[in-house]
């Protein structure tokens, strides 16, 4: 979760979804990767921040995990995922919104915007709803 010095918080609208769906920077770790690495590359890699512009506050005390609805079993990642297991950091933007930039190698967002916290369960799909509101329940004082 990137939040910027007013307190909001960073969404991307999805460039491979129909419907409008917003989410959160997110990214798998590569063997060998560090949680933490793994979260600053996969922040860099869809938005464009590199590392200088970040500063990481807190990690989740524990593992978070959301199930894909049955209709999606089987159509997204191949078929080989019911869900995913996730490891969430907090970390705070340093720089300016001109230091974004989602048109990155392989874009995954065709906007984004900074958003009140309160209002992020709102904008996500639904499957992500409780994970999404589980982190800001965690995070919320830090923010």
Avoid: C
């Amino acid at each position: 979760m990137l939040v910027n010095m007013d307190g909001k918080v960073f969404v991307g609208q999805r460039i491979d979804n129909a419907v409008e769906a917003w989410q959160m920077p997110q990214g798998g770790i590569d063997d060998g990767e560090d949680m933490k690495a793994a979260a600053l590359r996969e922040l860099n890699e869809e938005t464009g921040i590199v590392r200088e512009h970040v500063e990481i506050i807190a990690k989740a005390r524990e593992e978070h995990f959301y199930d894909l609805p049955p209709e999606l079993i089987g159509k997204l990642w191949g078929g080989k995922y019911r869900g995913q297991r996730q490891y969430w950091f907090l970390a705070r933007f340093l720089g300016s919104d001109e230091d974004i930039d989602i048109q990155t190698a392989h874009p995954e967002f065709r906007e984004w915007k900074w958003t009140e916290p309160e209002s992020l369960p709102d904008l996500i799909v639904p499957f992500k709803r409780k994970l999404y509101r589980d982190i800001l329940q965690e995070f919320r004082d830090l923010i």
